[in-house]
């Protein structure tokens, strides 16, 4: 079934850890998208990319970095995790030409 | 890049009221506007969309109006129920390769 997935939907970790959010979609899409966002809260993007090796810095400051290897398959990563990066990061995807974005399920990350 | 404003942030309405809320844009080129109904604890899903070739959209008690002049286009839910308390996000995109750009969000309760 066509659908974005995300892994780990929860995932607690310790202060320094270095960690990867997986997200991955089958539709095809070739825009992908990283928010992260606080319970019932504003959606605030950190990674952008609209294709193939192609990343943008969203309107967050982030320390996590991005890569688009492969159409499907769009991770993030956090160098070193601190406890505020505690929050819930969702992914989404939607096709090139303007249409439906999909979200993941989300990852709710918590650093102690 | 395209900045869209979501306005009221919150909003309380009794039940089988109507509720309206309204975004704005700034890039005149956007050409797709969706709405997406967050429910506590889960991810964004699209509810109704517009392109900028129409003025006006319909879904059952849901309809979404869009003025190109005024760069402003509107979500009218009638008849409201409980189950249409969520946070609702606005957007648009221009076309090509630029990313879909959010509203804040606003909180509708409905008051049984």
């Known amino acids: 079934e066509a659908d974005i997935y995300q892994t780990p939907r929860y995932l607690v970790i310790g202060t320094g850890k270095k960690i990867t959010l997986e997200c991955s979609q089958t539709?095809?899409?070739?825009?992908m998208y990283w928010y992260q966002q606080d319970p019932g809260m504003e959606l605030h993007l950190i990674h952008y990319s609209y294709g193939v090796n192609s990343t943008e810095k969203g309107d967050l400051s982030s320390e996590s970095t991005v890569s688009r290897i492969r159409t499907e398959h769009f991770p993030l990563t956090l160098e070193s995790a601190r406890p505020s990066h505690t929050s819930q990061y969702l992914c989404a995807s939607s096709p090139g030409d303007g249409g439906e974005a999909f979200f993941g399920q989300g990852t709710r990350l918590t650093v102690v | 890049g395209e900045n869209v404003e979501q306005h009221p942030s919150t909003l309380s309405v009794q039940e089988g009221d109507s509720a309206v809320i309204k975004c704005t844009y700034s890039d005149s080129a956007s050409n797709y506007f969706p709405w997406y109904k967050q429910e506590l604890g889960k991810r964004p899903q699209l509810i109704i969309d517009?392109?900028?070739?129409?003025g006006e959209k319909k879904d059952q008690r849901i309809a979404v109006t869009l003025n190109k002049t005024a760069k402003h286009f509107s979500l009218h839910i009638t008849e409201t129920q409980p189950e249409d308390s969520a946070v609702y996000f606005c957007?648009?995109?221009?076309?090509?390769?630029?990313?879909?750009?959010f509203g804040k969000g606003n909180q509708v309760v409905v008051i049984p």
């Open positions: 957007a648009a995109t221009p076309p090509g390769n630029n990313r879909l750009a």
């Open positions: 517009i392109r900028s070739n129409v």
């Open positions: 539709m095809g899409h070739d825009k």
